[in-house]
Every structure is written in structure tokens, then in C-alpha cells.
């Protein structure tokens, strides 16, 4: 099993998609490094499957284009990702990582095909044709939550890296918790050490919250429209503002002081996480700054219920922070290990789903629960999401992807409120039995229903897009 760190499933970059465009764009960064010394007289694209049937609206051409740039998800100013394309269309050429300039036609040289190639739907090719006659043509594959596989490659020293608690199933964790009495973030932060010293994990654990909280921010203060052409309205805007009514506040602190002195009625408790989640998701549709949660998908879930816990609970402030991004990571990674977290091969419940349990898991832990109830919290969760589908209209992740994230963040709530009333020796479901019945599931769920835009509400929903 390849060994996964938290920071593998917290990634910070760019949306909408973490498989259809943060994935695409490292591919492409990948590929730069591969032909950084040659003289390129010409590169092609090649899209597959998912990445070709919902590629557009994922912004999959955009990604490939920026990766080619040489412009990191993680660093690049996405005030300027418009201005960065633009430049392209306008001049029909690219320039490859800031150092050589090429002829580059983004309707001539990215090729969508419906074609899906055997490893994985998501797929993409590049081929380079140097001044000197000769080549090179790499496959890649997206394979869910920004992770990036070349073709034939080999498993990296990262992911070979010797851990004193190695983790491939939750049988694993729960024979390591119950030895060692320890929670589940407690396990994993030693997991961690093997790649980064205590200093980093923990400034990094709080540089991923704070850019989930900026990211909540942003989309509680930003109005509008939605890119894309389905004319979606932004909610969140409108929802922070009639929930504080009117409350003069100057910082992102101010605000979370306001919010928890707001009340904690089960009405305006529950109208906040939708608006958390709401905000996150209008972000990432907008090629916002967000993190891998584990997808981009889905990243509105794991911020909301945080968020949730951070205005709304007792908590210990970035202590709790830190343990709950631990516990929800390492919670992700089962799923990745067991099943996948990828929409195209698995449809929704690898998103939203896993997602849930991640977030359902830690907030058990932070409110004080047992590892053995936090684990049966992620279970429930799961269950509950089995045989989710992905069915974005016009490819979009928009309809119904942002309100699900509303979804998912509740029902990580209520899992966890079930677990913590719960004993988990009398539970009749494994959360490894249930990584598994999604596994299972995923293969029998017919493939219209995994992130292509070919079934359900992508079918049955009619929206006039205009033409580019």
C-alpha cells in the first residue's frame, strides 16, 4: 500500500475540480520538467473519458494551459488565471514555464475524446514535437483528490517512506489505538513525524485551516453570479448577511466573534453550516482559492463542520484545529487505500461521501469521543451516502455539487451526534466493511453516473448555455 500524509489530502490550489483540474494542471507541470531542455516546435493535448466529456466545464483545458505556463495551484494569483488564458487565445501561442514561447491554439491543440483509456477515466496525453525531429509522449492519469499517476511510473520515496504505524485498513488503526490507548490524531501525528519535523506539521495543519477559513470568508462576502453560463446565483453572501443583520464587523475574527455570539438555536446553527458550506463550493466554482478536502468537490464539508465546531462548541482553538485535520486525513486516506476518491470512478459518495466521514470522524474526536466511536462515526456517515451519484449539469461543478456539500456537512454532524450516544461494540458495521460495499458499489454503478454528464440530472435538467 502506498504510504499517504495528511498533506496529500489537504492540498491547497485552485477549483473547481481536483480531478479534472488540479490534477490535469501538475500533469502539465510534470510534463514541463520532462522537456524543459529541449527545443519544442509543437505540443498537443490529449483528453480522455471523464476528463474529455466534462473537461470544459471543470476548466480542464484552462488547467492544462496554466500548467504549461508553469504557474503552481498552490502559488498562482487566481485574480490573474483570466488574464493568464486570455494572453493565450489572444496570441494563439504559449509560453513554456516563462522560457520558451510556442504556437499554441487551444481549440486546435487540446483534443477532447469520449474515449476512455483502460487504467482510469481520467486521462490526458501530452506530445512534444522538438525542432530536432524528434518527441516525446507521456500519458497521465488523474486519479482523484489532485493525485497524479504517470503512466508506468514507479511508486516515489514518498510514498515508500517507513512509518512506525503503518495504516492500510481501520482494523489496522483500531488495533494501534487500543494497544497504545492513544486517539486516532494522536497515531497519526507520529505518522507524520516520519516525513516532517512537530514545527512543521503543526504550522502547516493551521496554513490549511486558515485557507479554509479565508476561503469561507471570501465566499460569505462575495455576490453574483457563477462563471459558466447556468447563471447559478451566489447564496452564501446573501444568507451571512440576513443571519448577522446588519453587524458592523472589520476582520475575519470579528466576524467569527459575531457569528458565535449570533445564537446556537438548532435553525440559525444549521442555517450556518449551509452558509459555510454554500460559500466554500461558490469559491471553488469560481476558480477560488480551496483545498483538497479530499477533493475539490467536496470541499466545502470538512471547512463547514470545522467552522461549525470552532464558533459553535467548547473547543481548545488550533489544538482541536490540528487534531481535527489529523483524524479527518487519516480518515481519507482509508478510503483512497480501500476504495477511491474519485468521482469518475466512483461517482459522488467518493466525494461528498467520503468527505462526510472524514469530517463526521474528526468532529467525534473533538467533541471527546472515543476512537472507537469516532470510527463508527465515519462509518455512519458513509452508509448513508452509498450509491451517491455525480451527474453535473453541462459539466459544471455547480448543480447539484454545491449544495451537497451543504448535505454532506449535516450528516457529518449527525453521525457524529449518533456516535457519541452510541456504543460502538454493538455496532453491526465495520467502517472497513463499508469502505469495501462503496468499493463494490462504485464497480456496479453504471458509468453515466460517474462524473460525465451523460444521466441524471445532466439529462433530465434542460439549461440554455449561450456560446462561447
Not at 514518498?158 to 487500543?178: F, N, S
Not at 462515526?377 to 461543478?397: S, Y
Not at 457524529?416 to 450516544?421: C, F, H, P, W
Amino acid at each position: 500500500m502506498e504510504r499517504i500524509s495528511v498533506f496529500d489530502i489537504f492540498k491547497i490550489g485552485v477549483g473547481p475540480s481536483s480531478s479534472h483540474t488540479m490534477g490535469p494542471w501538475i500533469a502539465a507541470l510534470q510534463f514541463l520538467q520532462k522537456v524543459e531542455n529541449e527545443k519544442i516546435a509543437s505540443i498537443n493535448v490529449k483528453l480522455f473519458g471523464s476528463l474529455a466529456k466534462t473537461g470544459r466545464g471543470h476548466g480542464t483545458d484552462i488547467a492544462v494551459m496554466l500548467g504549461l505556463l508553469g504557474h503552481h495551484p498552490t502559488t498562482i494569483d487566481v485574480e490573474k488565471l483570466d488574464e493568464y488564458i486570455a494572453h493565450v487565445y489572444r496570441t494563439n501561442s504559449i509560453n513554456l514555464g516563462g522560457k520558451q514561447e510556442i504556437p499554441f491554439k487551444p481549440l486546435e491543440n487540446i483534443a477532447f475524446i469520449f474515449e476512455k483509456l483502460p487504467f482510469h477515466p481520467n486521462a490526458l496525453t501530452f506530445v512534444a514535437q522538438f525542432k530536432n525531429g524528434h518527441g516525446l509522449a507521456e500519458t497521465y492519469f488523474s486519479i482523484g483528490g489532485g493525485f497524479v499517476i504517470q503512466e508506468d511510473s514507479k511508486p516515489t520515496e514518498h510514498q515508500t517512506v517507513t512509518l512506525p504505524y503503518p495504516i492500510d485498513r481501520e482494523a489496522d488503526l483500531r488495533r494501534y489505538v487500543e494497544a497504545k490507548g492513544q486517539s486516532i490524531s494522536a497515531i497519526v501525528w507520529e505518522n507524520e513525524l516520519a516525513w516532517r519535523s512537530a514545527e512543521e506539521i503543526r504550522t502547516g495543519l493551521l496554513h490549511i485551516w486558515d485557507t479554509m477559513l479565508r476561503c469561507i470568508y471570501t465566499g460569505c462576502h462575495t455576490d453574483g453570479e457563477l462563471p459558466g453560463g447556468l447563471q447559478v446565483q451566489r447564496r452564501a453572501h446573501a444568507i451571512n448577511d440576513k443571519l448577522l443583520a446588519g453587524t458592523e464587523y472589520t476582520t475575519i475574527n470579528g466576524w467569527m466573534k459575531t457569528i458565535q455570539i449570533s445564537g446556537a438555536s438548532f435553525a440559525n446553527v444549521t442555517k450556518w453550516v449551509s452558509c459555510f458550506a454554500l460559500a466554500v463550493n461558490e469559491e471553488n466554482a469560481s476558480f477560488g482559492r480551496v483545498v483538497t478536502a479530499p477533493t475539490n468537490g467536496a470541499a466545502g464539508v470538512i471547512p463547514a463542520v470545522l467552522m461549525y465546531y470552532r464558533c459553535f462548541c467548547e473547543n481548545n482553538g488550533d489544538e482541536d484545529v490540528i487534531k481535527f485535520l489529523l483524524t479527518a486525513g487519516e480518515i481519507g486516506s482509508l478510503f483512497k487505500k480501500g476504495s477511491t476518491i474519485s468521482a469518475a470512478m466512483g461517482g459522488c459518495q467518493a466525494e461528498i461521501g467520503v468527505s462526510s466521514a472524514m469530517a463526521a470522524a474528526a468532529l467525534t474526536e473533538c467533541m471527546g469521543g472515543s476512537p472507537q466511536q469516532a470510527l463508527m462515526a465515519a462509518e455512519i456517515a458513509m452508509e448513508h451516502h452509498l450509491g451517491l451519484t455525480c451527474d453535473p449539469i453541462n459539466g459544471l461543478v455547480q448543480i447539484p455539487c454545491i449544495e451537497r456539500n451543504t448535505m454532506g456537512a449535516m450528516k457529518a454532524i449527525t453521525a457524529s451526534q449518533i456516535a457519541l450516544s452510541s456504543n460502538p461494540n454493538l455496532a453491526k458495521v465495520s467502517l472497513d466493511q463499508v469502505i469495501k460495499t462503496m468499493w463494490e458499489t462504485s464497480l456496479d454503478m453504471n458509468d453515466k453516473y460517474k462524473e460525465t454528464s451523460d444521466g441524471g440530472l445532466a439529462v433530465n435538467v434542460s439549461v440554455l448555455v449561450p456560446e462561447c
